[in-house]
């Protein structure tokens, strides 16, 4: 199995329920998400859960600093200094939609939910994350500096 059908698997095997039509609009700004997708601000600690934990499996590409797992992923570049090296609004929109910045990523559109591929028939139509999920993702990896 190629890494992009590995990634894309592997994000699709927890839904958060969340139907097509509940999805927050938003507005993309050359590179950049600049508001936010739910009206509470994201909290890091939530954040930092969903990044370690089964629903986005970011460590099977990813390695996180301090995350205390011994074994984590390659495919992806290491998240530490992420929160140095890009702005809210560019790491909202590479969690919500990464084929935006790079078409051929393997990382997986956690909040898109139109045009993908191999999504089992339970979780079409539905996000990886919530609209508040991605912004308790972006509020932990702005603390990556």
């Known amino acids: 199995m190629s890494a992009r059908a590995l990634c894309l698997v592997a994000a699709v095997a927890v839904a958060t329920g969340v139907a097509a039509q509940d999805l927050v609009p938003y507005r993309i700004d050359g590179d950049e998400i600049r508001a936010p997708l739910a009206r509470g601000a994201g909290d890091p ?3 930092r859960s969903i990044v370690l934990g089964r629903e986005s499996n970011c460590l099977l590409c990813h390695t ?3 995350s205390g797992e011994r074994f984590m992923g390659n495919i992806g570049p290491p998240l530490a200094g ?3 090296r890009l702005s809210v609004g560019k790491l909202r929109l590479r969690i919500v939609d990464s084929t935006r910045i790079d078409p051929n990523t393997p990382m997986p559109a956690y909040y898109r939910v139109d045009g993908l591929n191999l999504v089992a028939a ?3 139509g539905k996000p990886i994350l919530s609209a508040q999920e991605i912004e308790d993702v972006v509020a932990y990896l702005r603390t990556l500096q």
């Open 64 to 66: 996180v600093p301090e």
């Open 122 to 124: 339970g979780y079409r």
């Open 45 to 47: 600690a939530r954040g």
């Open 82 to 84: 992420t929160g140095a």
